[in-house]
């Protein structure tokens, strides 16, 4: 609070200044109303969400397992094969619309090559459901 005490020029004449503080306090109360009554500004992104609980898949997948033997030769769920017959596979599977999951389940002692082809061939074949199984036995030992 403002507040005079003495004349401090001596000279005898009264000082008179308003006070402020209380013309403050109904700006601050003024201002602090204002800040709360404005609308809130939200910035919202629209997105197309998918549904929280998709339907649970009634039927199983259909898969094949493609191996590769210690030699190079590929299986097809356990039959021997060639490669342009496994080849061949790819392309019918890559062009079915519900595409079968393929299995890729190389022996341990395959040659690094020919696991690269076999999936190059996949690929270009356009199959996209494929994965590894049985990682289990190329663990640290």
């Avoid at 109360?29 to 998709?54: C, E, G, N, R, S």
């Avoid at 033997?69 to 019918?92: N, R």
């Amino acid at each position: 609070m403002a507040m005079n005490i003495g004349n401090e020029s001596g000279d005898g004449e009264v000082m008179v200044e308003m006070n402020t503080t209380p013309l403050i306090d109904v700006m601050l109360v003024l201002l602090t109303l204002l800040i709360l009554t404005l609308p809130i500004q939200t910035h919202a992104v629209k997105l197309d969400m998918p549904p929280p609980h998709p339907p649970p898949q009634t039927t199983l997948p259909i898969t094949h397992t493609v191996g590769v033997d210690f030699d190079g030769t590929p299986l097809v769920d356990g039959q021997p094969i060639t490669m342009d017959q496994l080849d061949a596979y790819f392309y019918e599977w890559g062009n079915q619309p519900d595409q079968p999951e393929i299995h890729l389940d190389p022996n341990r002692l395959a040659k690094y090559d020919t696991i690269a082809k076999i999936l190059a061939n996949a690929q270009r074949r356009g199959v996209t459901k494929i994965g590894f199984v049985n990682i289990a036995q190329y663990g640290t030992q």
